[in-house]
């Protein structure tokens, strides 16, 4: 009975102090890196059309921080002389450090290319685009780009690709 008595009398404390408890379930924040998916999962492999290489490609991503994203890949020309080409670049997430799914960015990527026997040659794309990372850890983003070439026309480009985050 006794045993009873006390198990009842705490109850009966914390149902009448929880209220005023200074430490609840809404006061207990979650480290930033678990909020935020671009610092929980900074490593990503994508797949795309279009993009800095001609039609289509294949990337690597990681997020040096929740604003800074480093990505290279490899992907395939609109030209049949030698059909593969490189990337490399940085974007900057403009609301990288808040948290959510879906980020605007702009960036600038150096291809490598070989065109029309002429050796590799460079060409410059500066994206402004949207990035979503859902709970499950796919990815995609959608571009419009400026594409710069001095050996070629300059255009208005662009991309789609999904991708999955790794790690």
Same mark, same amino acid.
């Given at each position: 009975m006794k045993a009873k008595m006390s198990k009842l009398l705490v109850g009966v404390l914390l149902l009448a102090l929880g209220p005023w408890s200074t430490l609840s379930a809404a006061d207990i924040e979650k480290p930033d890196w678990l909020k935020n998916r671009r610092k929980k999962h900074p490593f990503g492999l994508n797949v795309g059309i279009l993009g800095p290489t001609g039609w289509g490609f294949v990337s690597a991503d990681y997020f040096i921080d929740?604003? &800074?994203d480093l990505e290279g890949?490899?992907?395939i020309q609109t030209n049949g002389i030698h059909p593969?080409?490189?990337f490399?670049?940085?974007?900057y997430h403009l609301a990288g450090k808040f948290i959510m799914?879906?980020?605007?960015?702009?960036g600038a990527m150096d291809a490598f290319f070989f065109k029309d026997g002429k050796g590799y040659q460079h060409n410059l794309y500066f994206p402004i685009g949207i990035h979503k990372i859902k709970r499950?850890?796919?990815s995609?983003? &959608?571009e419009v780009a400026y594409q710069f070439n001095k050996n070629s026309d300059s255009n208005i480009w662009g991309a789609f690709k999904?991708?999955?985050?790794i790690f």
């Amino acid at each position: 009975m006794k045993a009873k008595m006390s198990k009842l009398l705490v109850g009966v404390l914390l149902l009448a102090l929880g209220p005023w408890s200074t430490l609840s379930a809404a006061d207990i924040e979650k480290p930033d890196w678990l909020k935020n998916r671009r610092k929980k999962h900074p490593f990503g492999l994508n797949v795309g059309i279009l993009g800095p290489t001609g039609w289509g490609f294949v990337s690597a991503d990681y997020f040096i921080d929740s604003k &800074l994203d480093l990505e290279g890949g490899m992907g395939i020309q609109t030209n049949g002389i030698h059909p593969y080409s490189f990337f490399a670049g940085a974007k900057y997430h403009l609301a990288g450090k808040f948290i959510m799914g879906s980020t605007f960015y702009f960036g600038a990527m150096d291809a490598f290319f070989f065109k029309d026997g002429k050796g590799y040659q460079h060409n410059l794309y500066f994206p402004i685009g949207i990035h979503k990372i859902k709970r499950n850890k796919f990815s995609w983003s &959608l571009e419009v780009a400026y594409q710069f070439n001095k050996n070629s026309d300059s255009n208005i480009w662009g991309a789609f690709k999904v991708g999955y985050r790794i790690f």
